[in-house]
């Protein structure tokens, strides 16, 4: 099984509903990131989360919102999906016990298509 | 402002032809810099984390090298599945609401024809 999972894999949506993405980590790290990924502008940071009481705004985090529903459970939210929201979705993990360096450990993805 | 540059945007290698991928960087206070594979579809895979410079690190047929403004992913006589984008990114500088937060090149497509 996967370190990092993400569910779904893929999904199709239409503008205006709500849908949520899943990510859930068997590596016992305390920090998730949720980034989304699109042609030619690489993997941008939308929320990110240290521990479970802990929620900070990424560089892109309007239209979306995030739960940390435990240490290893991190899910994101499109409230009114818009069309401009197609992407793939990526969570990530990494160790927050060493505040240094550490890297970060991605799972595989969630494409999302806004109709 | 932190920003990640990777050129090329795209390569393309013959089976044996050895060559650099490029990645620029300005940070106020470098923690550290990651490379990542990623191959279509799927989440990037990490590789290498480059910590000063000076430091070199090693995997296979690849070699990552940092200097103060860019790192460069070495590749020697690359075979067809070493095929991938290969992502290049920068840590923030370690306050506590942005330590662990990484910023991303656009990466480099890699394509090694047999």
């Known amino acids: 099984d996967a370190d990092v999972t993400q569910t779904p894999r893929n999904r199709i949506t239409k503008t205006g509903k709500r849908i949520m993405l899943e990510c859930s980590q068997t590596k016992g790290h305390d920090r998730m990131y949720w980034y989304r990924q699109d042609p030619g502008l690489g993997l941008r940071l939308i929320y990110y989360?240290?521990?479970?009481?802990?929620?900070n705004k990424g560089e892109i985090s309007d239209g979306y919102s995030v739960s940390r529903q435990a240490q290893a459970k991190f899910s994101l939210s499109l409230e009114s999906a818009i069309p401009n929201q197609t992407a793939l979705y990526f969570c990530?993990?990494?160790?927050?016990?060493?505040?240094?360096?550490?890297?970060?450990?991605f799972g595989q993805g969630t494409r999302l298509t806004v109709v | 402002e932190d920003q990640v540059t990777q050129s090329p945007e795209a390569l393309r290698l013959q089976e044996g032809e050895s060559s650099s991928l490029n990645c620029s960087y300005t940070v106020s206070g470098l923690r550290g810099l990651f490379w990542y594979r990623q191959d279509p579809g799927k989440g990037p895979e990490f590789l290498f984390t480059l910590y000063s410079a000076g430091e070199e690190k090693e995997k296979e047929r690849l070699k990552a090298t940092l200097t103060k403004k860019e790192s460069f992913l070495h590749i020697t006589a690359p075979k067809p599945e070493d095929s991938a984008t290969y992502l290049c990114?920068?840590?923030?500088?370690?306050?506590?609401?942005?330590?662990?937060?990484?910023?991303f090149g656009q990466g480099t497509e890699l394509s090694v024809k047999p």
């Open positions: 989360s240290f521990d479970v009481k802990d929620i």
């Open positions: 990114a920068v840590q923030a500088p370690l306050i506590y609401n942005q330590g662990g937060k990484l910023i």
């Open positions: 990530a993990t990494s160790d927050g016990r060493d505040r240094g360096n550490t890297e970060a450990f």
